[in-house]
């Protein structure tokens, strides 16, 4: 009988995976748009590879527990969703359509908009608390 291999070091830990990465968020030097940039395994299941959202439409940016963000419009039109698992891509329709992209992520990112394409935003950041600083900031 030969050497055993451990199972973890064949395959990445949870931190090397891609899914924890998630979405990249940048506010623009003259602080009127906030950009949200999908990581590239995202972009196919979302049909979207940015956002660019004018701060004057925020309301709110919050980090939220998964679990505590209601799942919203039912309807999906692009995306992808696989339960548990991820949820990606525009659902509803208007005057009550949200984006989601979110692969295990917890907490999660939470936008409310008004007067724009969407209306709620879940993203799946790596730290969704300093993201949601960094919009507060730039709403001020």
Do not use: C
């Amino acid at each position: 009988m030969g050497p055993t291999r451990k199972v973890s070091r064949l395959y990445p830990t949870a931190r090397q995976l891609p899914y924890r990465e998630g979405m990249k968020i940048t506010v623009s030097d003259d602080g009127r748009t906030v950009t949200f940039r999908l990581a590239p395994f995202q972009v196919p299941l979302a049909f979207k590879s940015k956002l660019e959202v004018p701060v004057e439409a925020i309301k709110s940016a919050e980090a939220t527990p998964r679990s505590d963000v209601p799942h919203g419009p039912i309807v999906r039109a692009p995306g992808a969703y696989i339960p548990g698992l991820a949820r990606f891509g525009s659902y509803g329709r208007k005057p009550n359509r949200h984006f989601w992209a979110v692969s295990r992520h917890d907490p999660v990112l939470v936008i409310d908009l008004e007067g724009w394409e969407y209306t709620r935003i879940v993203a799946g950041v790596a730290d969704a608390a300093h993201d949601a600083g960094l919009i507060q900031m730039a709403m001020t």
